[in-house]
């Protein structure tokens, strides 16, 4: 007699549940490689391995000294979180060519976004040790990662929705204002590494400061392009709520704005305060939060499902084409 555990539905079920818990690994761990690094930079660890791979020149773990204190083991548990980064980007991609290819060219593509943009960050955190934390490949080491959030929360949201083309689901209003919403939302984080680097968390003890720029003044500019995000989400806001927009796309709109609203009160406070590390960290995890949720309301302005079906109540595909 077969075992109910070992039919083609249940064996099929289990795949697909070991599939989300892949996909959702891979962004928590890509959200997490930005706390890491935050880390790295709070506690002054940006040199603690002098070397690449190894720790020091060959010693590839890292040894407790006195006068380094824990910055070694921090740093290099910083480079072993990107080998489980490549283990899960490697994951995704196995289970998308075996199981997800049906989601489309586009989503088959994307898949390899974890894995080769993990690699390049590797490949870049070295240039960025052997520089001795040169501030521009510490600021583009530091970008790279959010995109890769972003496109994680994109394959983690498809994983919800169906394989046929990809459609609008909503108003188009709500697409034309969302573009320079996420312009806006990734300049705001690159004007947030500027400030990080002239502020006294560069990431190593001997250089407190890496970029040129007044402190006080670059932490303006940067909440000044804060307040804009914030108008064009309002703006997302009023025509997703007055054109009636299905459920997904306004949970993605109230969390996306919870986020916002928590980045700007933890930014102002820590600059009002003295950036108190643990704040300072905080503000780097949100930054991470705030890239998954801008892309995951990208994504919920569109549907996969054909006509009549899924989570949108409309069809906008051909208003958007008008």
Not at 102 to 114: C, D, E, M, T
Not at 250 to 266: C, D, W
Request: proline share 6%; net charge positive.
């Amino acid at each position: 007699m077969t075992s109910p555990k070992s039919t083609p539905r249940a064996v099929a079920e289990r795949h697909n549940r070991w599939i989300y818990v892949i996909f959702w690994i891979n962004l928590a761990c890509q959200i997490g490689i930005i706390v890491t690094g935050g880390i790295v930079r709070l506690t002054k660890s940006g040199l603690g391995c002098s070397s690449w791979p190894h720790c020091e020149p060959g010693q590839f773990t890292p040894r407790y000294h006195p006068e380094s204190g824990l910055r070694p083991f921090i740093e290099f548990g910083n480079r072993a979180l990107t080998l489980v980064l490549l283990i899960f980007a490697i994951l995704v991609l196995v289970a998308t060519y075996k199981h997800l290819r049906a989601k489309g060219a586009g989503f088959v593509r994307l898949s390899w976004v974890p894995l080769a943009l993990t690699l390049f960050q590797a490949v870049w955190g070295m240039l960025v040790v052997y520089l001795h934390l040169h501030p521009f490949f510490v600021s583009v080491h530091f970008i790279v990662s959010p995109i890769l959030v972003a496109s994680s929360a994109v394959l983690v949201y498809r994983l919800y929705e169906g394989n046929g083309s990809a459609r609008l689901a909503v108003n188009r209003g709500a697409q034309f204002v969302f573009w320079p919403l996420a312009a806006v939302g990734f300049a705001v984080l690159i004007l947030g590494t500027l400030t990080t680097g002239s502020g006294p968390h560069s990431g190593d003890a001997n250089t407190p400061q890496r970029f040129p720029f007044n402190p006080a003044k670059i932490a303006w500019l940067h909440a000044d392009f804060v307040w804009l995000f914030c108008g064009l989400l309002l703006g997302v806001a009023i025509i997703l709520m007055i054109t009636k927009a299905h459920t997904r796309a306004k949970n993605a709109l109230i969390a996306l704005t919870v986020v916002t609203l928590l980045q700007g009160a933890i930014g102002y406070i820590q600059y009002f305060t003295g950036l108190p590390e643990a704040l300072v960290g905080l503000h780097m995890f949100g930054a991470a939060l705030l890239s998954a949720g801008i892309a995951w309301l990208g994504a919920s302005l569109f549907t996969w499902y054909p006509i009549g079906e899924g989570t949108a109540p409309h069809d906008h595909s051909k208003e958007a084409q008008q």
